[in-house]
């Protein structure tokens, strides 16, 4: 059958063509894809044969392979019997195992077509038909990519990589086009393909890469563009770079010299000749040390921690560190100083410039006058700060004179106008924070398309700023109000009206927020330790002025403050409010209000916390039933304590008490922890260390005995409990383990909790004194080596009971025994009387009563009753 993808020239000579630059042996001037249009009438159409060579010829799912094809298959051991390829009959397509065998260079030279077995394959699981390259193809793992070289020295290098490339599918680039390029593989951070792939987010890959993606040639499925594979070859951001630190602490210093080695890079002390780099503190050098050489890059700080943000070098023109002024301008300002006679007028008139511009930035009832800069403006010394009280804000209105200017001077406002100015102050900083945090954080970590990837995955992102927006979008409404208030101010004017009316939305804002502020922190700690791009990130904007030397942990604390802050300030306005102003009464219901929304922030945090530590016993304890997880219910205390009596465990276990409020969790230590827990963010939970022994309701315990201590039993107490399936009271004692937990304080708790369940009043009644001995009870050599031995004897006897015992579920051999077995009703033609004598046995010991079991239900009694017969009869 013909092959309608060939096309044959002169004698029946293929016009081999492929995607990427064309072979300049068969067409020097062209450099681009082409193909010749099949005419019917002039060139007979030729049928495309496979010639299976070698060791080829043995691999059955290549044979399998070309019969999927639909395409003629020769084998052959010897190519030569094919001369120089030209065949009118037959286009043959040469299928060889390894490309650096004779065959391959005979064929090469002859410019046959040649193909891998993975490439032959790959065409067959895809449905295609072979491929049409003008060079050797083996592989498809480069199919569809486009790559080009940069920073080689060694042309043979380049040669060889561009040969496994080709022999892979991929496509070689000389000149970097983003449209085009794909990957580019460099061997350095420097040059203008380099700076281009950064800008344009081009993966930059190391050389390894295409030697790795070699090395999966056989594999039809894999590709060398997954992005598993591809991270591990990265071009690190200070590949070839030796970085020294100018400026720095010793603690910085040392944690920036360890990344520029986790990052690809060396450092040196300063001064050194090796230097490529000079990463200075610019807030603390002023000036060099010395003159830097014109190879040496001078940064700030910026730059070091933009590279590893990126995970690319950045330019370094953007960060040039440069002097504030330089020795020539600060020495003739020196001396103008000093010759000037009247430098101490200009210094006093300076003093008065600061003080006017300071004044100006007071807010005044009036509209302000028409220029930018003063526009709704503070002191920056007032950002980010909102512990201003009304009487620091009141004394430092008072001591400012007023300047001389024909504007006659404002009268002396109102206490309430100072501290209503003080709120509105104090709101506008807190949002300009919010907003910070919005602008240099959140929009920056979720902007999509960042270089290098996702700084941070999607549910931490949630997690530290879900709530934020909310937060910022109430506030900027309520300075909005406070200001048209502070800038048309009369005394009749109500302050509290507007704290009420964004009252419910407070309370829809704030608690999600509040609740998982710890949370929030943590999820900030952990990532700036385990992520180096967001610890980069977090070291550029903290430093930047708008933070105001905060961290991100710092900053996000303030809405935590906020509310009590208002508060504060509300009833600072309320003081200095007249008894027959109404806004007297509407600042007391926001108040009260605002008293609501925290109360209310402050129980929905508890019961979110309440939550969380359930959640925490159902991961520690193995084995905790699923109902524990209940909206209601809420732990209340835990203690560790060791079992004195066989019930509910053995004595000597070292077993804790999870005290809710309507139950009781009892588990006893694990003997072998096995695994551990894997989140899907990636997050290893700690094994469970408790296993579980009985969830129990408080309705349950009858009475709590108080243990009187003796020389033979100390700190010792007991339950007296009925569960419903017992005919008889059972005694559950413990001894307290730790000597700081008061048992008094433990026991009066747990009967609260009891008493509270079964509606009781008397609460006291339900503890009783008791003498050891009556109980017989006693703590004495619980430590001791008998002790240990006799509990390890315990242990050993309960082991064998359970493995010769059909009242519990059978080990995976027995089952798999069963099933081999067929159906209970047949019988196995293989047992004799010995097993059943055995078998006999065995359920002799089933039928013995484990003291370790207190009670099981009918329902479970009656199915493993029914099992056990069906085995019987199955022997």
């Not at 008490?657 to 588990?667: M, T």
């Not at 995976?812 to 025994?817: G, K, T």
């Not at 009387?833 to 239900?857: D, F």
Request: aromatic fraction near 8%; hydrophobic fraction near 35%; glycine fraction near 4%.
């Amino acid at each position: 059958m013909a092959d309608s993808s060939i096309v044959t020239l002169g004698t029946g000579r293929s016009l081999l063509v492929d995607c990427s630059v064309f072979d300049s042996r068969m067409a020097e001037t062209s450099k681009e894809q082409f193909f010749i249009e099949e005419s019917q009438d002039v060139l007979p159409r030729v049928e495309t044969r496979v010639v299976l060579v070698g060791e080829a010829g043995n691999i059955a799912e290549l044979e399998k392979a070309v019969e999927d094809i639909n395409t003629p298959c020769i084998k052959t051991d010897n190519v030569k019997e094919f001369g120089d390829g030209e065949n009118c009959e037959f286009e043959n397509v040469f299928v060889l195992k390894d490309f650096r065998a004779p065959e391959y260079s005979y064929l090469y030279k002859n410019d046959s077509r040649i193909l891998g077995p993975p490439a032959v394959m790959y065409c067959a699981s895809k449905g295609e038909p072979l491929p049409f390259s003008s060079r050797p193809l083996y592989s498809m793992t480069m199919l569809n990519l486009s790559l080009c070289f940069t920073g080689f020295r060694k042309k043979d290098e380049v040669v060889n990589l561009v040969n496994l490339v080709h022999h892979m599918g991929g496509a070689i680039r000389k000149d970097f086009d983003s449209a085009k390029v794909t990957h580019l593989i460099a061997h350095s951070t420097h040059g203008e393909k380099y700076r281009l792939a950064v800008c344009m987010g081009t993966p930059i890959l190391t050389p390894e890469w295409i030697r790795k993606a070699w090395e999966h040639r056989n594999d039809i499925n894999f590709h060398a563009s997954n992005e598993d594979f591809r991270t591990e070859f990265k071009v690190p951001p200070f590949q070839d770079c030796v970085l020294s630190f100018l400026g720095f602490s010793e603690e910085d210093k040392t944690n920036m010299e360890e990344r520029t080695q986790k990052h690809g890079g060396r450092f040196q002390a300063v001064c050194d000749e090796k230097c490529t780099h000079l990463v200075v503190e610019e807030n603390s050098i002023k000036e060099l040390p010395f003159t830097p050489p014109k190879r040496l890059y001078v940064v700030k700080q910026e730059w070091f921690w933009g590279s590893i943000q990126m995970d690319a070098r950045a330019g370094e023109s953007m960060y040039s560190y440069e002097k504030p002024e330089s020795p020539a301008m600060k020495k003739a300002v020196s001396l103008l100083s000093l010759t000037t006679p009247n430098s101490g007028r200009k210094r006093r008139r300076l003093r008065e410039t600061l003080a006017q511009l300071t004044k100006e930035t007071e807010i005044s009832p009036f509209p302000p006058r028409k220029r930018p800069s003063a526009e709704h403006s503070l002191s920056m010394g007032s950002l980010l700060d909102i512990s201003n009280t009304p009487d620091t804000c009141k004394s430092g209105g008072d001591n400012i004179k007023p300047p001389k200017s024909s504007t006659p001077s404002l009268p002396k406002q109102s206490a309430r106008w100072q501290v209503s100015k003080e709120l509105y102050q104090t709101e506008s900083n807190y949002v300009d924070i919010l907003a910070t945090v919005l602008q240099l954080f959140k929009y920056p970590l979720e902007k999509e398309g960042q270089v290098g990837g996702p700084i941070l995955a999607q549910e931490e992102f949630k997690t530290i700023f879900s709530s934020i927006p909310d937060i910022y979008e109430v506030h900027t409404r309520i300075k909005a109000d406070l200001e048209r208030l502070v800038m048309n101010w009369s005394e009749e004017k109500s302050v509290g009206d507007i704290i009420l009316k964004y009252s419910k939305d407070l309370v829809k804002a704030y608690p999600p927020f509040v609740n998982f502020f710890e949370m929030s922190k943590e999820t900030i700690v952990r990532c700036e330790r385990q992520k180096p791009r967001f610890h980069a990130f977090l070291k550029i904007n903290q430093a930047k002025p708008e933070c105001g030397r905060q961290t991100l942990v710092e900053l996000l604390i303030r809405p935590v403050q906020r509310l009590p802050s208002v508060a504060l300030l509300l009833n600072d306005i309320r003081k200095h409010t007249s008894d027959d102003n109404p806004d007297k009464v509407t600042l007391e219901k926001a108040i009260e209000s605002l008293k609501e929304v925290m109360t209310h922030i402050n129980e929905d945090k508890r019961k979110t916390e309440g939550q969380k530590q359930i959640f925490d016993v159902v991961y520690e304890v193995d084995g905790c039933p699923a109902n524990l997880l209940s909206s209601h219910r809420s732990l209340v205390h835990r203690v560790e304590t060791i079992a004195l009596g066989d019930k509910p465990c053995d004595r000597g276990e070292h077993v804790t008490l999870f005290l809710f409020n309507d139950c009781l969790e009892i588990a006893r230590k694990r003997h072998k922890v096995i695994t551990t827990f894997r989140s899907p963010l990636g997050q290893t939970r700690p094994p469970a260390q408790l296993k579980h022994i009985a969830l129990m309701p408080l309705s349950q315990i009858r009475r709590v005995l108080d243990i009187q201590d003796s020389e033979e039993c100390h700190n010792a107490f007991a339950l007296v409990v009925r569960p419903p399936t017992e005919q008889e009271n059972l005694l559950f004692s413990f001894q307290l383990m730790a000597e700081d937990t008061l048992k008094s304080a433990w026991l009066k708790t747990l009967c609260r909790q009891v008493a509270n369940t079964i509606c009781r009043a008397d609460m006291e009644d339900l503890i009783q004194s008791a003498d050891p001995e009556s109980v017989q009870v006693n703590t004495k050599d619980m430590d001791s080596t008998l002790s240990r031995a006799s509990r390890a004897i315990k242990k050993t006897s309960k082991k064998v009971t359970r493995a010769f015992s059909f009242t519990k579920t059978p080990k995976r051999v027995l089952q798999r025994a069963f099933m081999a077995n067929g159906t209970p009703d047949e019988k196995s033609p293989g047992l004799d009387g010995s097993h059943m004598g055995r078998m006999g046995s065995s359920s002799t010991l089933s039928a013995v009563h484990s003291p370790s079991m207190i009670n099981l239900s009918s329902a479970f009694e009656r199915k493993y009753h029914t099992f056990s017969r069906s085995t019987t009869h199955l022997f």
